[in-house]
């Protein structure tokens, strides 16, 4: 006497006999088809518990930069899924359901606002994806977007005054001065500096 599970089986085929209580009996017999509904027993789940991708920081807004799968093992409005962001992710990015099939969501993620390596070099975003059940489960994921780096800043001299005081007897292409610099963007596009005078 298991419990039904409509998603072990969804339909039973039970053969009904009636039998009158005449001398000789007579009796007939039918089948008769039961469809097991659905309920909402089944939270979204993604395929991956962790997504990660790697785009540049000069990514434009609106641009689709990763795409996430989940499904639900119920059916209909209990399988339909759509996604959301957490609060602190919206700011920069924004996900919407692509075309709904099979009862798996496909989500996409887009930038939803200026990006900046030097600023934030990577976001973890909290994504949730939620069926149209009653009550509404959830299911969470996890995507990491790392930013690579582009040369958007320039150097920047320690001291924009350096008095350097030559004297007329030496020799050039001799080291005068220290200067030290700073750039906000990674080693290739950072040091080493090229000084020019
Ligand atoms: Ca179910
Ligand atoms: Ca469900
Ligand atoms: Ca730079
Ligand atoms: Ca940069």
Redesign the pocket.
């Known amino acids: 006497s298991n419990a039904l599970d409509r998603e072990v089986q969804d339909v039973y085929y039970v053969t009904v006999l009636a039998r009158d209580k005449g001398s000789p009996p007579m009796s007939c017999d039918a089948t008769v088809t039961i469809y097991i509904d659905d309920i909402?027993?089944?939270?979204?789940r993604f395929t991956q518990k962790v997504y990660a991708t790697k785009i540049s920081e000069s990514v434009a807004k609106g641009e689709a930069v990763a795409r996430v799968v989940a499904v639900?093992?119920?059916v209909g409005f209990?399988?339909k899924l759509t996604f959301s962001l957490a609060e602190s992710n919206r700011q920069h990015f924004y996900i919407v359901s692509d075309d709904f099939m099979n009862d798996t969501g496909v989500g996409v993620v887009s930038v939803g606002g200026i990006l900046d390596r030097e600023a934030v070099p990577s976001h973890r975003l909290h994504i949730l994806a939620i069926?149209e059940?009653t009550p509404r489960?959830t299911g969470t994921g996890t995507l990491i977007i790392n930013l690579l780096d582009v040369n958007d800043n320039a150097p920047t001299l320690a001291n924009q005054h350096i008095p350097i005081i030559l004297y007329e007897n030496q020799f050039p292409n001799r080291p005068v001065s220290e200067v030290s610099a700073h750039d906000r963007d990674t080693l290739t596009n950072g040091p080493p500096f090229e000084f020019w005078v």
């Open positions: 909402n027993d089944h939270s979204p639900d093992n119920d209990n399988a069926d059940g489960l």
